[in-house]
């Protein structure tokens, strides 16, 4: 791959001039604008703000946030924001230097991960960056970003509307106990594409006993001596479920699969994106809603 011999600030100075100022543009629509990286946070903070202010999502829905470059217009739009909020912890992982250009350059960039009392990947002292599979998390995420809004823009009462959908949260939350109620305590075992659900295990109570793609990134690739210890694990416990993803291809997963038998099926979840707009999972709550029914009909 060829590279840019000029630098990351001589690039986003010549994106910025030739994009219009923000101000005249707030003075405009009078309203706050808002860039966030995930489809997933998107629907979080639109929820927060209700209509009080524009929302950009950079990362498309169905895709993989790991791998996700933003494009120039995107820069451009990060740099008129008077805020982005990312999810942090190393998912952006292919926005980390800009990332690092927009805090040395003064732009306000809230990551929430960080704040949601993130647990360790497996056998690695490294956060776990996939905070919103449990909705209690988020729920206090909602509320650290009406709080941060109130910090920028105070003349709003942006508490209000995040607490309001924190308890949406906390409701959906009961709700998912209910739905997995029916999965037996010995049957609460997953095998994962990769490890994207340690919070929702941490949560309900289920364990994560493999993962095709080990890590916490979609990024990393297995040998062939971790997918033979995978197979070698689903034999042991009888495991016929791999929960793959909508955001990935199943290539992995359904070799996986075939290894062990006929019986085995990958059962796609929602990870890094929510689902298309129509579907049931086109909202965070949706998103949740049924990934809980999948897991609850694949395993009970």
């Not at 970003?145 to 939350?173: C, F, K, M, N």
């Not at 006929?262 to 998103?287: F, K, N, P, Q, R």
Request: charged share 20%; aromatic share 4%; net charge negative.
């Amino acid at each position: 791959m060829r590279r840019s011999h000029l630098s990351p600030k001589f690039l986003i100075a010549a994106l910025l001039i030739a994009v219009p100022a923000c101000d005249g543009e707030r003075a405009e629509t009078d309203q706050l604008s808002i860039v966030v990286s995930t489809s997933i946070l998107g629907d979080i903070v639109e929820n927060v703000v209700d209509g009080a202010a524009s929302v950009e999502v950079l990362i498309p829905v169905g895709s993989d946030s790991h791998d996700y470059s933003a494009s120039s217009a995107q820069v451009a739009a990060m740099h008129r924001a008077d805020l982005v909020i990312l999810n942090g912890l190393g998912l952006e992982e292919g926005m980390t230097d800009l990332v690092e250009g927009l805090v040395a350059d003064g732009i306000e960039v809230f990551e929430i991960g960080p704040l949601l009392n993130p647990i360790p990947l497996e056998g690695s002292q490294n956060p776990d960056p996939h905070v919103w599979m449990d909705p209690l998390r988020m729920a206090e995420g909602a509320r650290l970003i009406g709080h941060e809004l109130t910090r920028i823009a105070p003349d709003r009462d942006w508490a209000a509307s995040a607490e309001a959908y924190a308890v949406e949260l906390q409701e959906v939350d009961d709700e998912i106990v209910n739905i997995l109620a029916v999965v037996p305590v010995a049957q609460r075992v997953m095998v994962t594409n990769h490890e994207s659900f340690g919070y929702f295990a941490d949560r309900y109570d289920f364990g994560v006993i493999g993962t095709v793609i080990p890590g916490g990134s979609t990024l990393d690739e297995p040998s062939s001596a971790e997918l033979a210890e995978l197979v070698a694990v689903m034999r042991q416990t009888n495991t016929t479920v791999i929960f793959g993803e909508t955001t990935r291809p199943d290539i992995l997963a359904e070799a996986v699969a075939r290894e062990l038998s006929d019986d085995v099926e990958v059962v796609d979840l929602y990870t890094e994106s929510l689902g298309a707009a129509g579907s049931d999972a086109d909202t965070y709550i949706g998103m949740l809603r049924v990934n809980a029914q999948l897991v609850a009909g694949s395993l009970s």
